[in-house]
């Protein structure tokens, strides 16, 4: 039998990005001490309820950021043969249940407010909305380029953007109360944020729990590599064949490819590596290569 590994760059996509999650996490903890300040001050109901949210990114973005300085310090040893690369996925999928916590909240919140609008003090409202704001959109494009390539960091950049929008929501609720004095502006604002974070975040749950349970990559057709296998020279059966991914950036194949006698065992291993690796940008891939058929696992 012939067995053989393909390995490319296989590094967890999210910790190419802690820094990045570094910078997020301050300008948060910045965002949250001034609204929170000024909101106990002028006793700011839109302003202390925005507060909470912030709150809820601050930990979101924490988190993210925490998974990734564990998966990188715990070194794979005979226990842990993946690493604890998996808690970068858990962190994303506690941030999504904490976004729609605090989307439920917002909406039943603003609901609430449709009866009984509260009196909301537009200037400092608006003032501090503008600084939460420019704090946001700091942050947003800090972890924009990350978001693209880790799960883990767009859990915390979503986080980041339901921010950004609470603080649009704001502002604009603070200009139309200095302007037309108009109450229920903040309910208004509250149900527009609300269902703007909720969709984002049950995709990005969803996304999750893929991972978790370890389906294949939703970009591959599993079908298709099957086929493209099973017609490399020398190859007549191609069986046991696993695609999954271990976090962002690290997808990971197995399989067992059953060959004619004569088949140059070692040209079918470089074959199917390639492929795997440059056609489908499978990094990580076991090969067994067997020439007696051998039962095909049930699961």
Known sequence: MGHGHGHGNVGSASGRHARRLGIALALGVVTLAVQLVVGLRTSSLALLSDSAHVLTDVLGVAMA?????????????????????????????????????????????????????????????????????????????????????????????????????????????????????WRYADAVIGVAIGLFVLPRAVRLGRDALRILFQHAPARLDVAAVRAELADLPGVLDVHDLHVWTLTSGMEVASAHLRVAGDADRDGVLERARGLLTERHGLGHATLQVEVAACPALTW
């Open 65 to 181: 950021l925490g998974a990734v300085l564990v998966a990188r310090r715990a070194a794979a040893n005979g226990g842990r043969t993946f690493g604890m690369y998996r808690g970068e996925v858990l962190a994303a999928l506690l941030n999504a249940v904490l976004l729609v916590a605090v989307a439920a909240w917002v909406l039943t919140e603003a609901v609430g407010r449709f009866a009984d609008p509260p009196e909301v003090p537009g200037l400092p409202v608006t003032i501090v909305a503008v600084a939460g704001l420019l704090l946001n959109l700091a942050a947003l494009l800090v972890l924009r380029r990350g978001a693209a390539e880790s799960l883990n960091v767009r859990g915390a950049y979503l986080e980041v953007m339901a921010d950004l929008v609470g603080s649009v929501g704001v502002l604009i609720s603070g200009l139309l109360t200095l302007g037309f004095g």
